[in-house]
């Protein structure tokens, strides 16, 4: 079955708009949104499956991909504080493979580490608790070389965490929630998706929101919940609405920021997440309004006002509490180095490079001539970003908060204070540019 199967709502849009340089009018098709599986109440273990398959990504030719069971992005994942997701992976590819649960804090067996990779065929069973703030996360391929072509070809979801703390903010939810996984795409002349990175990482020709090319979405005057994910290999995509309203942003990576915020702007880089509150409440019905990517000139997803209603859901303005994580106990520097080594050594995956010590509060600080972007992510904890330095000089308001994936651009230097309190064992610090990472710009660490 085909993503497009499960496609909802009119048929093709054909939009008036013309862009500069574009023989005709852009046809539009209804933005995909993949289904929601409840993980955290399943009596027995989802079973996700990555696969070559073919897929929808509208106007209903079929092309060729890797998918999560069959779909572009895979299932959305939903589970709540106290649950336990049990989920088995299936690789059905013809190489090794294993699951990362990006931004889920969990213990290192469930972490998705490339040393567990499975083989074509093999199963791997994961079982996990939820044990933090709500929060918009992934999940995607980590085998050791190998995640670049995965992740390009299709293979990523959604992981939504829900808490009681978010669920009195009474935000936008059913169909005025609506989850977006970012990323640019190519394809080849049969219109399959297909990887051929350059020298400076995979860098699509097109854009895919949900796995859609060219989508829009029907809205009501509402106030809309967009869960925003940057689903990219290399690029950083530079968000706004060319109606020049300003976004409310409210949380990222890590969860609800301490209170919402009026952007106009935002850069999105591999990994990193925001939840954006959009209002189209003073349009009226026909009226459009475009998300656009300012960095590469693209428009991303078009809102298309097709019924009035009255929604007074409010906007909020103090979200929840950030507790300062304190005084540092020891420095660590990270030096991104060219475009495959941290600390001038290139990833082994029998090695480890350094040990944390178990709760401490440390003060990481990395640091980058050049080859950006280096987007930084570390797995096992969420981290608070303190400075930058260099560069673009200074912090935006989507790196307050708590975050587990931050932007190192060129010349910069980025101190984060991080602890690591949920699990001891081994994770990794790495680039989410992917290919950096396959290259080997990544770290084995140990939590004692
Ligand atoms: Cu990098």
Redesign the pocket.
């Known amino acids: 079955m085909a993503s497009g199967a499960l496609l909802t709502g009119a048929g093709v849009f054909s939009s008036t708009r013309v862009l500069a340089g574009s023989a005709g009018p852009i046809t539009r098709y209804p933005l995909y949104v993949p289904p929601t599986v409840d993980v955290g109440s399943l009596p027995t273990a989802y079973l996700l499956t990555a696969k070559a398959s073919t897929v929808d990504l509208g106007g209903g030719k079929l092309s060729k991909a890797w998918v999560y069971n069959n779909f572009i992005p895979g299932p959305t994942f939903r589970a709540g504080q106290g649950d336990i997701a049990k989920i088995n992976l299936k690789n059905q590819l013809a190489q090794p493979t294993i699951t990362h649960w990006h931004g889920m804090v969990v213990d290192y067996q469930n972490d998705g580490h490339p040393a567990y990779a499975i083989q074509p065929g093999g199963q791997y069973a994961y079982s996990f608790p939820i044990n933090q703030r709500a929060a918009l996360n992934w999940y995607h391929p980590h085998p050791d070389k190998l995640t670049g072509q995965q992740v390009a070809m299709g293979l990523a979801g959604a992981f939504i965490v829900n808490d009681p703390e978010e669920g009195a903010l009474g935000l936008p939810a059913g169909p005025y929630e609506v989850p977006l996984v970012i990323r640019d795409a190519s394809l080849n002349t049969k219109g399959n998706l297909q990887y051929k990175p350059g020298g400076d990482g995979f860098f699509g020709r097109i854009p895919l929101v949900n796995g859609t090319a060219n989508p829009y979405l029907n809205v009501d005057t509402a106030l809309y919940r967009f869960r925003v994910l940057g689903g990219a290999n290399a690029r950083v995509f530079e968000l706004a609405l060319d109606s020049g309203d300003p976004f409310t942003l409210i949380r990222n990576d890590g969860g609800l920021l301490a209170a919402s915020t009026q952007v106009a702007t935002i850069d999105l880089a591999p990994g990193e997440r925001v939840d954006l509150l959009v209002d189209f409440r003073a349009l009226k019905v026909g009226d459009r309004v475009m998300l656009r990517d300012l960095s590469a000139g693209w428009d991303l997803l078009q809102f298309v006002v097709i019924r009035q209603v009255s929604d007074p859901t409010p906007i909020p303005t103090t979200l929840s509490t950030i507790v300062p994580l304190g005084t540092e106990v020891r420095t660590r520097d990270f030096s991104?180095d060219g475009?495959s080594k941290i600390n001038g050594l290139v990833y082994d995956m029998s090695r480890i490079d350094f040990q944390v010590p178990f709760g401490d509060v440390e003060r990481w600080r990395f640091t980058t001539g050049g080859?950006?972007?280096?987007?930084v992510h570390v797995h096992g904890a969420s981290f608070q970003v303190v400075s930058r330095t260099g560069g673009r000089g200074q912090l935006f308001p989507w790196e307050s908060g708590w975050k587990d994936t931050v932007l190192l651009q060129d010349r910069e230097t980025v101190e984060v204070l991080i602890r690591f309190a949920s699990y001891k064992g081994e994770y990794l610090i790495h680039?989410h540019?992917l290919e950096?990472e396959d290259n080997g710009?990544m770290s084995n660490f140990e939590v004692v």
């Open positions: 991104f475009m080859n950006a972007p280096h987007p680039c540019k950096h710009m």
